[in-house]
């Protein structure tokens, strides 16, 4: 740690222990998990910058979005989000939840992710390299630092939206909503 | 009066003392497995930093055991604390003894299972029971391994057992008590719940058992909770075997090897099933325990 860093401990201790404690749910979405076992054992070792998977949503507060999102995984997706406790970050990697990727034509790929759940960044390529995770986090760092990392937030105010497009794909969801709806008011009693 | 205001003291200060104990135990366990692996490794101060980020975060509770067994795991370890010598500062420890220790000892897993039992997760039930049934495992060569030390210093004091070592030597080296003191160190990483023995919280398995529906402060909580266990296992080990120590960086440092080569066992081992588990506790450390408790007491008649 540098000795410069303690005044940030001491002005905001809460954003610099986020910042250096990120613990990524290890939720296997697609095929680019396949570039974390390096990123977290011995060869480029993230754990040098606080960052570990963790078996529970309940523990974790970064969620990669690791490749393509079929419509069957966008379900599991929502409600390991919506089960982390804030605040929480979440960083789409790979090309494909970007637009879709190669699968853009594809008939049971979700597109646009962020259409679903908010994300805070994107790592673009297929497949982005194992030091393109460290940019990531090394942005999402800055990002932390200047509370524009707040994918959490927005998910919170414009919660409507969000559910209104997670039922247009799923159907009718079978778990009640995070946040109260305020004004429709028929769709809570429904609920 | 002095004596009094001695005591409240090292009443107040003896868990402190444990808790950074603790503290620095995991976070020096995982630059230790870092460096193991080949890796470079957190900082070691790492689990403050989690410790603080948890403590800010949102938690959402499961219900009132939810927050009273975790408060109650975390009484239990720090009641066990006062009861153990740390070096020379004893607080309670002339009070009890080792039944007293054995007895409240089983508070901390206790509150676990309670509080975890809450959360209703499929993974806590079978996390819960793993535990419990590996601490049946371990109690029975725990149990023989003290009866031996109570019968070769014919006492349950604690503290007369430290004072008898410090007079006549370590008891780890002494003939009788050997094979209860390897006994011991057996079972140590069972009790501490390290690889080869952690299977109740094994992450790849069954999503952390007990932990799973732990997140914010509980998490927090459970992570000083196990600080504790760390300090108070070791510690006892120290205290009968080891003979104590005359100041408490002495017994810091018996602490940090003892730690230490429990450590190179976890950063190489894989994970036992749970009855390959139950096979190996009750086969090799109950019979040098026990083997060991006949030797001590054909000694002593």
């Known amino acids: ?191 | 009066m002095a004596g009094m205001v001695v005591k409240i003291i090292q009443i107040i200060l003896s868990p402190i003392l444990a808790l950074i104990t603790g503290v620095f135990f995991l976070g020096l366990a995982r630059k230790i497995v870092a460096r193991i692996h080949w890796r470079y490794g957190p900082p070691l101060i790492q689990p403050v930093i989690d410790i603080i980020r948890l403590f800010y975060q949102k938690s959402i509770s499961h219900g009132g055991m939810f927050d009273l067994g975790i408060v109650l795991s975390l009484a239990g370890s720090i009641v066990v604390v006062l009861f153990l010598p740390f070096g020379q500062i004893t607080p309670l420890s002339s009070s009890g003894g080792l039944l007293v220790i054995l007895y409240i000892m089983l508070l901390a897993p206790l509150g676990i299972a309670l509080s975890a039992g809450q959360g209703a997760n499929p993974n806590i039930s079978i996390g819960i029971s793993r535990k419990l049934i590996l601490s049946l495992g371990y109690e029975v060569p725990l149990l023989l391994v003290l009866l031996a030390v109570m019968t070769r210093y014919k006492t349950i004091s604690i503290v007369q057992v430290v004072n008898i070592q410090q007079s006549t030597g370590w008891s780890l080296f002494s003939l009788p008590l050997f094979l209860s003191g390897l006994s011991y160190f057996l079972i140590l990483p069972a009790i501490l719940g390290i690889r080869p023995f952690d299977m109740a919280s094994a992450p790849q398995e069954i999503s952390s058992g007990p932990m799973a529906e732990y997140g914010g402060k509980y998490l927090a909580l459970a992570t000083i909770e196990h600080a504790f266990v760390l300090f108070i296992s070791i510690a006892l080990f120290v205290n009968l075997f080891l003979g104590g120590a005359a100041n408490p960086v002495i017994f810091f440092v018996k602490m940090l090897v003892v730690f230490v080569f429990g450590l190179f066992i976890h950063a190489v081992f894989p994970r036992f099933r749970i009855e390959q588990a139950i096979k190996y506790l009750w086969k090799w450390p109950t019979l040098l325990a026990f083997v060991g408790l006949i030797i001590t007491s054909f000694i002593r008649s």
């Not at chain 1, 095929?31 to 060869?43: F, H, K, Q, W, Y």
């Not at chain 1, 194992?130 to 998910?155: Q, S």
């Open chain 1, 1 to 191: 740690m540098d000795r410069n860093q303690i005044t940030k401990w001491l002005k905001a201790p809460a954003k610099m222990a986020n910042k250096y404690s990120l613990h990524a749910i290890y939720f296997c979405t697609g095929c680019g998990i396949i570039e974390v076992p390096p990123v977290i054992t011995s060869r480029w070792d993230a754990e040098r910058f606080g960052v570990i998977p963790v078996a529970t949503p309940r523990q974790a507060n970064l969620f990669l979005i690791t490749g393509y999102v079929s419509v069957k995984t966008l379900r599991a997706i929502i409600r390991t989000y919506e089960q982390m406790y804030e605040p929480k970050y979440t960083v789409g990697f790979g090309s494909c939840p970007i637009n879709g990727g190669m699968y853009w034509d594809s008939y049971n790929t979700i597109k646009h992710l962020d259409k679903y759940i908010p994300i805070d960044g994107w790592i673009a390529g297929c497949m982005p390299r194992p030091e393109a995770i460290f940019i990531a986090v090394t942005h999402l760092w800055t990002l932390i630092d200047k509370d524009m990392a707040n994918g959490y937030i927005r998910y919170k105010e414009n919660y409507k939206l969000y559910r209104r497009n997670q039922e247009t794909v799923l159907g009718k969801l079978d778990w009640p909503p995070l946040y109260p709806i305020h004004d429709n008011v028929k769709a809570v009693e429904n609920e």
